[in-house]
């Protein structure tokens, strides 16, 4: 979370001038139902299941850039279904990252100390993603601009 993977998928879009989809956007429009809200009424585990149906569908129907959330690899069906395909993991670190989450609204997970939650997950995560990626891109001190840039050279 805060990695910028919304954003610089947009960029990405923008620039290659194809579609850019995003596994949460796709859930809101779905359920009809802000992501918070999906946590605090109905628990992460069904965000979960909701999240993986989303990867499942973008996989299937989607060219273009797609921006997943920061939890949806922890799936082993998730990670299988991206084998194959060009994943970019944007790295940022603790400091970085607390910046840009704006206290942790909208972002259910980072409720309550928003700097201890993302140490917690940046550890507990950071093996899996870089075990899924083909591209790692570094984000500190980076504009968006920057990382996107970044991005369509590693990918020319
Ligand atoms: N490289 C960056 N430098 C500074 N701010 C950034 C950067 N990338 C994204 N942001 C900002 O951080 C916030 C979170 O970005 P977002 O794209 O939603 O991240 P993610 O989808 O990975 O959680 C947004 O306000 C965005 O404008
Ligand atoms: O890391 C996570 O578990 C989550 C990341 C969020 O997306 P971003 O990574 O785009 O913020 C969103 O899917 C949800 O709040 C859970
Ligand atoms: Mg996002």
Redesign the pocket.
């Known amino acids: ?2 990695a910028g ?2 954003t610089v998928a947009g960029l990405l879009g923008e620039a290659w001038q194809v579609p850019v989809r995003d596994t ?1 956007a796709d859930i809101e429009a779905g359920t009809g139902r802000e ?1 918070s809200d999906i946590f605090v009424e109905s628990g992460e585990e069904t965000f979960r299941e909701l ?1 993986a149906a989303a990867v499942a569908a973008a996989v299937a129907e989607h060219e273009g850039v797609l ?1 997943l ?3 949806a690899v922890l799936r082993p069906g998730a990670r299988d279904l991206l084998a194959g395909l060009t994943v970019v993991f944007l790295r940022v670190g603790l400091t970085d990252a607390v910046k840009r989450v704006d206290l942790g609204i909208g ?3 980072l409720l309550g100390n928003v700097r201890s939650r993302i140490k917690a ?1 940046l550890d507990e995560r950071t093996p899996i993603y870089e075990s899924v990626a083909t591209h790692v891109v570094e984000t500190d001190g980076r504009t968006p601009d920057e990382v996107a840039a970044e991005i369509r050279e590693l990918l020319s």
């Open positions: 979370m805060g993977k919304t949460d992501i999240e921006a959330g920061g939890g972002r259910p997970l997950l």
